[in-house]
């Protein structure tokens, strides 16, 4: 009995902590590259674009994977599919022309469509003219991949008008990882227990004299070891919570009135400049008066989503009556909530972006026209504005204003450079933002 535990005890000692090891770090990579696969498989951009889309226009009613006042995305396009043809016409190109207009759908007599028509007690969802197909293909792709997690770091490129991004992404949900890893130390911490009872139990059975069992929380090292892992652990939390200080990135408020900037700015093509005048003669974007909302709703008193509803609020802000096509004697400006907010101490000037820059809105806003309510779309972060001066270059040449800028004009006329960028002529200086 003796030999047979010193043959398999003592090695194991050493070989079970040693394949503890390689466990983690296999079991870690085979995870990681889990995710790398997932994201691989799966178009990021298209699934950003995707979820910015479902949030805008789905949200309210649809979960992905849970029944809510709609049915669950997930596998939408699959469960039409699955239907067959209808009229000649492939349950794909019904879903796609259900999002956009169920009425239709319905009194073409398409079963699908009937069918979820009554299980949710004759309710017609919203209809969405304004999406096109390839918004809900993205869509399609957010809800079945909806539990991908990614966290996107972006690092801006040189483009014409402004800075595009690159994404990198984890797609595996992170308090899955969290556990794994939790499991493996549980492991980990089993095994070496286990091994060092074994050997103690070889060593006594040879009359050997063995220390005394230390249990792990009383080890010296171990606790040494995790205060260290604390301690770090806490400070990344602390510069992370105070770098996220002031910032609002994907905030949402509600608006008095339900206004789709996809509909005006996406469907009608609207210039934002056209609202949003004085972005480009002034340091501020002005938020559009309820006159300016009144040029086109004098005419334009119906909306294709909600009617009359709230094109009625524009009214009695205007203090409009639509019968006689007359002004009252007490007009209100309309209380919209602003989104984006910059600290006091930052001087941002939208007349110097977009007239002098020539930086397009949604360099900065992102994608409005697609937004059905505006959100905040970038960090507007300091180091996100850097990175842009970085990367974007000036309108250089033939330009009086940058005459003054030799060195940079030889350069490029030697082909030592090929553009100019905003931090070339200054603008990662401190009192450029901040005076």
């Known amino acids: 009995m003796t030999n047979f535990l010193r043959s398999i005890t003592k090695p194991t000692f050493h070989v079970n902590r040693l394949l503890s090891l390689v466990s983690l770090t296999i079991l870690l990579n085979l995870f990681a590259f889990s995710a790398y696969s997932q994201a691989a498989n799966v178009d990021m951009?298209?699934?950003?674009?995707?979820?910015?889309?479902?949030?805008?226009?789905?949200?309210?009613?649809?979960?992905?994977?849970?029944?809510?006042?709609?049915?669950?995305?997930?596998?939408a396009l699959d469960r039409w599919t699955a239907e067959g043809k209808h009229q000649g016409i492939d349950g794909k190109t019904w879903l796609y022309r259900w999002i956009?207009?169920?009425?239709?759908?319905?009194?073409?007599?398409?079963?699908?469509?009937?069918?979820?028509?009554?299980?949710?007690?004759?309710?017609?969802?919203?209809?969405?003219?304004?999406?096109?197909?390839?918004?809900?293909?993205?869509?399609l792709l957010y809800s079945d991949n909806s539990a991908m997690n990614t966290?996107?770091?972006?690092?801006?490129?040189?483009?014409?008008?402004g800075t595009t991004g690159t994404e990198t992404d984890s797609a595996f949900p992170t308090w899955i990882l969290v556990v794994i890893l939790a499991l493996l130390i549980c492991m980990v911490f089993?095994?070496?227990?286990?091994?060092?009872?074994?050997?103690?139990?070889?060593?006594?059975?040879?009359?050997?004299?063995?220390?005394?069992?230390?249990?792990?929380?009383?080890?010296?090292?171990?606790?040494?070891?995790?205060?260290?892992?604390?301690?770090v652990f806490f400070f990344y939390l602390l510069i992370q919570n105070a770098t996220a200080l002031g910032r609002q990135q994907g905030y949402q408020p509600v608006q008095p009135i339900k206004f789709s900037h996809a509909l005006h700015a996406g469907k009608h093509q609207m210039d934002c400049q056209y609202c949003h005048s004085s972005a480009s003669k002034s340091k501020h974007a002005n938020i559009p008066s309820v006159s300016t909302c009144m040029n086109c709703h004098k005419v334009v008193q119906k909306g294709p989503v909600y009617g009359t509803?709230?094109?009625?609020?524009i009214y009695k802000y205007a203090d409009y009556n639509i019968d006689t096509k007359t002004y009252g004697?007490?007009?209100k400006a309309i209380e919209w909530t602003r989104i984006h907010n910059l600290p006091d101490h930052v001087f941002f000037s939208h007349a110097q972006h977009v007239k002098a820059g020539g930086v397009k809105c949604q360099t900065c806003?992102?994608?409005?026209?697609?937004?059905?309510?505006?959100?905040?779309?970038?960090?507007?972060?300091?180091?996100?504005?850097?990175n842009c001066h970085r990367q974007t270059e000036v309108n250089f040449d033939g330009n009086k204003y940058y005459s003054i800028y030799?060195?940079?004009?030889?350069?490029?006329?030697?082909?030592?450079?090929?553009?100019?960028?905003?931090?070339?002529?200054?603008?990662t200086e401190c009192q450029k933002c901040h005076y």
């Open 45 to 75: 951009v298209k699934w950003k674009a995707g979820k910015a889309a479902f949030k805008n226009n789905c949200a309210s009613c649809h979960n992905p994977l849970v029944k809510g006042t709609g049915p669950a995305l997930a596998g």
């Open 100 to 139: 956009k207009n169920n009425n239709e759908v319905r009194a073409a007599g398409n079963p699908r469509g009937l069918k979820i028509f009554g299980e949710y007690a004759g309710v017609a969802m919203n209809v969405f003219p304004a999406l096109t197909d390839a918004d809900i293909e993205a869509i």
């Open 151 to 161: 966290e996107a770091k972006v690092e801006p490129t040189a483009g014409a008008s």
């Open 190 to 231: 089993t095994l070496n227990r286990l091994s060092g009872s074994l050997y103690r139990l070889t060593k006594e059975s040879q009359g050997e004299s063995v220390h005394a069992f230390v249990p792990f929380y009383k080890n010296k090292r171990i606790i040494i070891l995790f205060g260290i892992l604390v301690t």
């Open 309 to 313: 509803e709230e094109i009625a609020k």
């Open 329 to 331: 004697s007490n007009p």
């Open 365 to 386: 806003h992102g994608p409005v026209q697609e937004m059905e309510e505006v959100y905040q779309y970038a960090p507007l972060s300091m180091g996100w504005c850097i």
């Open 406 to 427: 030799e060195k940079y004009h030889k350069a490029k006329a030697e082909g030592k450079m090929k553009g100019v960028t905003v931090e070339d002529i200054g603008g």
